[in-house]
C-alpha cells in the first residue's frame, strides 16, 4: 500500500481514480481539484506517487511537477503524468518537467496500477547496496577503444565482485560483436514495456559476464531517455556491485544522465592529434566532474606513440593509465572472448587491472 | 435520457495548438466539423499553447468557439473520435499514403478512397465537404521538425492545402 496524491481538476476522473486506487490499488488516496492545492497537500504529507494532470486552470501539471521537484521534501516523489495531452512532444515535456511517467487518457487501469508498482519498486531499487559503482567508459571520439575497454573492465571487475556490463549503444550494439553473443535480450524490450524487470534482461556470457546488450537492429529503437537509462542503471545496482557503462560517443542529456549518476567516470583517449582535441574539449565539459574523472590513454594500432608527456601536458591532467598496444586483443576478439578473461598478462589486461585496482583504492 | 462523452482533440490554427474538450451528445465530433451549415464549432476547457512550444500552456478558456473556416486540421489521438458516422460503417476500399502540407505543417498519412483511379485534382476540387479525414498521421511543424504530432485520425481543412502529394502511385 502506498500514499497516492491526485491532482485533477476534472471532478468525476478524480472521484473514479480515488476509488479505483483504493479498492483496487489498497492505497491511500488524497484526491485535489488543482494545482496549488495539491502542492499544500503534498507539501503536508509527502506522497510516495503523485498523479498530476496537465490541463488544469491556474497552475498546469507541469509547473505543478516542476514545483514538487524543487522542493527538498517532495523531489523525491514518484510522478505520474495523466493527461489527456498524449503527444511525444507532451510525453517529452512530461519528463523535462520532471515525471517518472507520462500517461494519456483515458488511463488504463491496469497500466496505472502497473506503473505505481513500478515507481514503487524503483524507488526501493534506488538506495543501491553500500559500494556499488556506476562506471562508464566513455569518449566523445569513437575508435579509441572504449568497448574493449569497458568489456575488459567488466571481466576484470566481475572477478571481484557481481558486475554487470551495459551496452547502452544507441544504433547498434558493439559488446554482443565483441564477444560473439546474440543479443536475444537488450534494454529496446525495457523500453518496449517499462515493467520488465531490467535484470530479467541480462544475458551471461560464455565467461559468465553479466551483459545488458543493445538491440541488434539499428532504428528500431530510439536512445533510451534519461529517465529511462536512470531508471535502468539504478535496477542494476540493486543486484550488482559494479555496473560498467560502455557509452557512446555522445554527449546528450542521457549520456549527462549516466556521467552525474557514475561514481567514476574512465575518460578514454587515443593517440592521434584529434583524439587529444577531443579529450581536451571533453574534460573542459566535464569539469563538474573532474573529481570522478579517470584518464585512460589507450594504443589502438602499432606503432610509434606521442610520449606520455607531451600528452599530459596538452590535455593538463594526469594520465592515470597508459595502455600500450596489444596485438593479443585482435585474435582474442575474433573468437568472441574478452582478453582479461583468458590472456592475463598481457599489456591491455595489466593496463585494465591497474584501472580497477585504482577504482578499488580512490 | 440523451448519452454524451467528451473527445479532447488538438486543434490546430493559425500557428496555435488548442487542445480542447468536445461535447459529443448529438453527433460525433467529425460529423459537427464537416458539417458545412454550421460556421463555428464550440469547446470547453481549451488550452493553448504555440506550435514551437507546444508543450507551454500559454493560455486556458473554460468555453471557447471556433471558426471552422479558419481551422487547419484538427487531430485525434483515437480512430473512433475522429471518424464521421458513416466512416465508421466503412471507409473506402483503396488505400492511398498523402503528403500534404498546411500553413506551419506538413502532414502525412492514409486515405481511403472508393476509386481505384484516383485523380487528386478531382478530389479536391469536387469531393463534397470541406475537410478531408486523413488516416494514421504525422504532422511535422515546418519550422521545427523536431515537433510532431501523431494521431489516429486528421481532419484537413481542404481550403488551406497549399501542396498535396500521393506517395503510392
Known sequence: MAKVLIIDDNYDMLSMLKMILERQGKHEVTACTDGQEGLAAAYKAPPDVALVDVMMPGLSGYDVVKQLRSNPRTEKIGIIILTARGQSVDRDAAMAAGADEHMTKPANIEELLKHIDTILERDKAKTPPAGTMILPVFSIKGGVGVTTLAINLATVLQQIASTVLVDLAPTIGQCAFFLGMRAEKHWGQYLENRTTPVDSLVQKHATGLQTLLAPPLPGQHSWPNTDATTTMLAQLTATARFVVVDMPPLLDSTAQAVLTQAHRILLVSGDDALAIQVMRATLQTLQEQKDRLIVVRNATGPGPRPPAEAVQKALRIPLAVDIAYDPAQVTVAAKGLPLAAVQPKTPLVIGVKRIAQLLLTR | ?169
Open chain 2, 1 to 169: 435520457m440523451q448519452r454524451t462523452h467528451k473527445v479532447t482533440a488538438d486543434f490546430f490554427a493559425q500557428g496555435y495548438r488548442v487542445s480542447g474538450t468536445y461535447v459529443v451528445t448529438r453527433r460525433a465530433l467529425a460529423d459537427e466539423i464537416y458539417d458545412p451549415t454550421t460556421n463555428y464549432l464550440q469547446l470547453e476547457e481549451a488550452y493553448l499553447s504555440p506550435i514551437m512550444e507546444p508543450a507551454k500552456i500559454s493560455a486556458y478558456y473554460a468555453l471557447t468557439l471556433f471558426d471552422k473556416s479558419n481551422l487547419d486540421f484538427v487531430l485525434t489521438l483515437d480512430k473512433k473520435d475522429g471518424l464521421r458516422r458513416d466512416q465508421s460503417y466503412g471507409m473506402g476500399t483503396y488505400q492511398l499514403t498523402i503528403c500534404l502540407t498546411v500553413p506551419f505543417f506538413e502532414i502525412t498519412g492514409s486515405l481511403y478512397v472508393a476509386n481505384k483511379f484516383f485523380n487528386p485534382r478531382i478530389y479536391l476540387s469536387s469531393d463534397a465537404g470541406i475537410f478531408i479525414s486523413l488516416m494514421d498521421v504525422t504532422a511535422r511543424c515546418t519550422f521545427n521538425p523536431d515537433v510532431s504530432y501523431q494521431g489516429g485520425v486528421a481532419l484537413v481543412n481542404r481550403a488551406h492545402i497549399s501542396f498535396f502529394g500521393e506517395t503510392t502511385g
